[in-house]
């Protein structure tokens, strides 16, 4: 299998691009996402790469990042998705916020993707929620448990936890404060960490 091509990069169209490596031009196929950060003509890029065989034909699939290689692989492994589809999803969102909505259970914003129907979603979301989880939450270390030791219950630590963690995950400060106090409200006072950042979430994904 071919885990990578690098070398200098000879032509690039809108749905491809040709690396020579070492006087061998290989041809990918890439995402929008992809495409837009490639370098110019003859400068060195690297692109982490799928293989896929068919009976008739043998396809190389490039990817900028690890996280739209390793979406695309998982992807594959979705009943009835294809490398095109795959493909699609990639040109039409980041790994990220398709993790998200896969994780949220979001059937229309999944559908928005060209070439993904309602069932093609529901699909999605019943063999990937357990692979992808709640994006953000679990890797984010949230600073431990909620101030028990000090003897009171203090809303306001688990509040400025959980803000920490939003922007760690690249959110402004603004408006991770703005959606912590919708979720506090919903939540309730004391209410953990944990469930502070994933009502967040939901509010910074609905916009």
């Known amino acids: 299998m071919i ?19 070492g006087g061998v031009g290989y041809r990918c196929l890439v995402p929008a996402s992809t495409r837009s950060r490639l370098p110019a003509a003859g400068q060195e890029v690297l692109l982490h790469t799928s293989l896929q ?8 699939y490039g ?14 492994n979705v009943d009835g998705i294809g490398p095109k589809v795959a493909l699609g999803v990639l040109s039409a969102t980041t790994p990220e916020a398709f993790r998200r909505a896969v994780a949220f259970e979001d059937i ?22 357990d692979k992808v989880g709640a994006v953000g939450i679990e890797p984010i270390p949230l600073g431990g448990a909620t101030p028990a030791a000090a003897g009171t219950d203090s809303p306001a630590s688990p509040v400025q936890e959980a803000l920490e963690a939003l922007i760690a995950l690249g959110y402004a400060r603004s408006d991770g404060a703005q959606a912590l106090e919708k979720a506090r409200r919903e939540a309730g006072d004391g209410a953990r960490t944990e469930t502070l950042v994933r009502l967040a979430l939901k509010q910074l994904y609905r916009g």
């Open 3 to 21: 885990a990578h091509v690098r070398g200098a990069l000879v032509h690039a169209a809108a749905d491809s691009a040709v690396v020579d490596v």
């Open 53 to 60: 065989v068919r009976e008739d034909s043998m396809t190389l």
């Open 108 to 129: 229309t914003a999944l559908c928005r993707v060209p070439g993904i129907g309602k069932k093609t979603a529901q699909r999605m979301v019943l063999e990937l929620k």
């Open 63 to 76: 990817f900028f990042t690890r996280e739209e290689y390793d979406l695309f692989e998982l992807l594959l």
